[in-house]
T-cell receptor, first 110, second 112 residues
């Protein structure tokens, strides 16, 4: 099946800083999603972005499907942005499986 | 519109006991999924149902069974719980195989 790798695994920011999270995938995709898992464990949908660029407030995402990567940008980070960010992709031979990366654990300090 | 609802939220089992985790969605989605999340890791697919009446194994199916009861409901059964099944279980649904998936709030299961 498709392999999904995220970097960096851990990230510590000062409030107000910007950051870029990366997701690499091993095959062509028909679905790519970014999630935020908050400290209570809830998975929150951020973006459904199999290709192109989307923006939602301080967050934006870009997927370059031909080069097999996606980027999540967080600008002017806030302490509430803390948590784990997951990328998940569906594609390749296992077309029905949404495969998750290992996540990026973000801590934003006040 | 509740989205994806899982019950129970928490459960403690003794080794060898059985239980069923329930999941229901009210978005008229065709596809439903069960994942597990172990500490510090991403989610891994246990089973999925592409449509009512069909189920398929995911990455880590051993020790589990599923039932797609109807279009709304997809249950996960542990026949004989083991400590290695201690995890957080998430149910998800999507309109079809390559559309956006939505997750429930999770069930935290501890097997002692």
């Amino acid at each position: 099946g498709i392999q999904v790798e995220q970097s960096p695994p851990d990230l510590i920011l000062q409030e107000g800083a910007n950051s870029t999270l990366r997701c690499n995938f091993s095959d062509s995709v028909n679905n790519l999603q970014w999630f935020h898992q908050n400290p209570w464990g809830q998975l929150i949908n951020l973006f459904y972005i199999p290709s192109g660029t989307k923006q939602n407030g301080r967050l934006s995402a870009t997927t370059v499907a031909t080069e097999r990567y996606s980027l999540l940008y967080i600008s002017s980070s806030q302490t509430t942005d803390s948590g784990v960010y997951f990328c998940a992709a569906r594609g390749g031979e296992a077309g029905n499986m949404l495969t998750f990366g290992g996540g990026t654990r973000l801590m934003v300090k006040p | 519109n509740a989205g994806v609802t899982q019950t129970p939220k928490f459960q403690v089992l003794k080794t060898g006991q059985s239980m069923t985790l329930q999941c229901a969605q009210d978005m008229n989605h065709n596809s439903m999924y069960w994942y597990r999340q172990d500490p510090g890791m991403g989610l891994r697919l246990i089973y999925y149902s592409a449509s009512e009446g069909t189920t398929d194994k995911g990455e880590v199916p051993n020790g589990y069974n599923v039932s797609r009861l109807n279009k709304r409901e997809f249950s996960l059964r542990l026949e004989s719980a083991a400590p290695s099944q201690t995890s957080v279980y998430f149910c998800a649904s999507s309109a079809s195989g390559n559309t956006e998936a939505f997750f429930g709030q999770g069930t935290r299961l501890t097997v002692v």
